[in-house]
Every structure is written in C-alpha cells, then in structure tokens.
C-alpha cells in the first residue's frame, strides 16, 4: 500500500486502470458490478470514514471543533430535508458537489497559478467525468433516476454538457499561454488517461465505471493527501494509524447498509442508499475543503 501513495501513484494508476479496461472486456456485468461494490465498500467508504478526525485536527490548530461538527450535521440535515422534499434537486446537488468534489482532488495542486477560476475548472472537471460516463450508460443512468426522483434526463443534455466541459478543458492551456502562467499540468498524458478511462466507461458497466473512477482516481489519492495531513507522512506507521482510526466508522457503515438491504425493499433501500450517499458527500466536500485552506 505505501508505494500507492508516493508521487508516482498516477503512473500506477494508469496501468489498473487498463487493467480494469481488460477486466471490462472479458467478463460479464455480474461479476464487473461484484467487483465495483467489493472497491466502493471497501477503500470508497473508507476514504470519507476519517472527516470527523480531521475536523479534531482543525480544533487543535483552531479550537472550534464543536461548531465545525455542528456545522457538519447541519449539513446531513439539510441534504435530507432537501431529497426528501425535492428529490432530482437534490440528485443535481449530488452530482455538483460530487464533480466539484472529484474536480479539486485532481487539479487541486495543478492549477494554483489560476486563483480562485481553479474552482470553476473543478467543477467543469468533474462535469466532464460524469457527462463522459452517463454517456456511455445513458439507460442505466435513467433507471436509477427514474427511480429515485421518478425524472430521467436526455441523451442530448449530456451530449451538450459533454461537449461544453471538455471544449472548456481544451482550452486551458490557450488561457495560460495569453496569461503568462504556467499550469503543472502534462496535458499528453491527461488525455491519455481520459481516453483509457473512456473505453473502460464504454465497456463496463455504469456502477463499473464510476467504482474505477471514485477508488482509483479519487479515493486513494485522497486518503494519501489525508494521511499526510493527519499524521505528516504516508509511512507505513501513519498508514496503519488511519485505516485503525477510520475502521469504527467503516464498519458502523457496513453493518448499517446490510441492515438496510435486508429490512427494505429494492426500491426504497435504493432510495436510501442515495439519500446516505448524498448526505455523507455534501460534509465531506466541506471537510476536504477545509483541510486543504
């Protein structure tokens, strides 16, 4: 594990992530969505299991841990009241705060010379992933929606959303060249891996797709920038630290889940599941930016 989270972990990235593309062709949906669920349950929850540790971390330096964790579930409050209420704004708040989310964990320390437009790439970023992945899995996608919110959205809004996020990222380097600045950015290979990360959308499954992307592109690198934070290195002492400190956390939420699969039904136990996802992104958006201040 400690080798993944040194400065090369991106070329290690690439390569599961065409071995996954490998993994995509040559067996069924069956075992790819097993596979997704064993990645998502396992590193993907435990990723977020750590917020209120770093929010302790914020009261030492800062001394207001207790309205920060107020804060905290004010904000699990309101995305509940909000689904509830209105339930597809509530999945457009998701998949905001999500893109924004994903956005930040990739760019954050490429594009510091841009100030605060940076924010503004994230979340075309992040609209880029998602559009490129509802695209290749635009019927999967709509029966989820369909589902939770009884709404479905249209081939071509995410064709629109696809082509006007990535028209924005290929104009980056056009904007830093007029502006004189320089982006730590290598932009042959972040085509390179977009593409390799398109063909593993375009063959997987959706729930495939998103798992590579959320462990593999977002969740590791984010629990490295995490440790890192918390205990000042990713040595194999400090790794050991944070997968001890977030396994209450990780395991309180497993059990939580087998319980609601097994108490629900399928399409309220979906509705669920959404609602606890929506509910733990939007406070772990906030932690993770605040951590990064």
Not at 75 to 85: A, D, E, N, P, S
Not at 122 to 147: A, R, W
Not at 166 to 174: H, K, Q
Not at 184 to 212: P, Q
Request: aromatic share 20%; proline share 2%.
């Amino acid at each position: 594990m400690k080798h993944l989270l040194k400065s090369d972990y991106q070329d290690f990235m690439i390569i599961i992530t065409f071995f996954l593309f490998w993994i995509s062709i040559q067996f069924g949906e069956v075992i790819e969505d097993t596979i997704a669920y064993v990645f998502v349950l396992s590193l993907g929850i435990i990723h977020g299991a750590n917020d209120l540790t770093i929010l302790q971390k914020k009261k030492i330096e800062k001394k207001r841990f207790g309205k920060s964790l107020f804060t905290y579930l004010l904000i699990i409050l309101f995305c509940m009241v909000i689904y509830w209420i209105f339930p597809f704004t509530a999945m457009l708040i998701f998949i905001l705060l999500s893109a924004y989310h994903f956005g930040e964990q990739h760019l954050e320390k490429k594009l510091i010379p841009l100030g605060k437009l940076k924010r503004w790439v994230y979340i075309i970023y992040g609209l880029f992933i998602f559009s490129l992945l509802f695209h290749e899995n635009i019927s999967d996608v709509n029966n989820i929606l369909s589902n939770l919110t009884s709404v479905e959205i249209n081939l071509t809004l995410v064709k629109y959303t696809l082509i006007v996020s990535s028209s924005v990222l290929l104009l980056l380097p056009v904007y830093s060249y007029f502006k004189d600045i320089t982006l730590a950015l290598n932009y042959f290979k972040e085509v390179l891996y977009l593409l390799v990360l398109f063909l593993v959308f375009k063959t997987g499954s959706l729930i495939f797709g998103f798992a590579v992307y959320f462990v593999f592109w977002h969740s590791i690198p984010s629990i490295a920038d995490q440790i890192h934070y918390l205990f000042g290195a990713n040595d194999k002492r400090s790794i050991t630290k944070y997968f001890q400190t977030a396994f209450f956390y990780w395991i309180l939420s497993i059990v939580g889940l087998v319980v609601s699969y097994y108490a629900l039904d399928t399409k309220f136990f979906n509705t669920v599941l959404f609602l606890i996802l929506f509910a733990v992104t939007a406070p772990h958006t906030w932690v993770m930016k605040r951590m990064k201040e």
